[in-house]
């Protein structure tokens, strides 16, 4: 009986911190030089700290420069620091300026303000081959420093017990 409670993580007896959790919708327009970025998500991702189970999905759609696409898929990896999350997910499916990168995937970091103030920004999509190599270890959302304010929308960013 010591012994197979010795091989529990204290976390998991307390319950502590065991599920991080981010959803939300907003949109954003930002300007690349002479560019403008106008995207619109929707996710809703979970991760089970003490299983490393992670679920959820996540739409992205918007324009770069007039050019429209839209990707979706799977989320593949949530890490939660305070009230920033990096998501990264899966392109299940993409068209229009992303279509050469189904079946790659993206980094997306979101930051919760409250009610208002929210701020995201996007690492790169990667092609097919490159995501895969990665696509289950996100990157610190602290270590993002050119988080961007949404137009509008709320997300919301937690870490449950």
Do not use: W
């Not at 979970?46 to 918007?62: I, Q, S």
């Not at 007039?66 to 898929?73: E, L, N």
């Not at 995501?131 to 050119?146: A, I, K, V, Y």
């Amino acid at each position: 009986m010591v012994l197979a409670l010795l091989a529990v993580p204290a976390s998991a007896m307390a319950g502590e911190n065991s599920v991080e959790r981010a959803s939300g919708a907003g949109s954003q327009s930002t300007p690349m030089g002479s560019d403008a970025f106008t995207t619109h998500i929707a996710f809703s991702a979970t991760h089970d700290v003490l299983t490393n189970e992670v679920k959820g999905y996540f739409v992205a759609k918007g324009a770069l420069d007039g050019m429209p696409f839209r990707q979706q898929g799977e989320v593949t990896c949530l890490k939660v620091v305070g009230n920033q999350a990096s998501i990264k997910y899966r392109f299940d499916r993409a068209s229009g300026g992303t279509a050469t990168f189904e079946g790659g995937g993206i980094e997306v970091f979101v930051e919760d303000k409250g009610p208002k103030g929210d701020r995201a920004t996007f690492g790169p999509p990667q092609p097919p081959g490159i995501f895969q190599t990665d696509e289950s270890r996100c990157d610190d959302p602290n270590m993002t420093l050119t988080y961007q304010p949404l137009d509008s929308g709320n997300f919301v960013v937690r870490n449950d017990g």
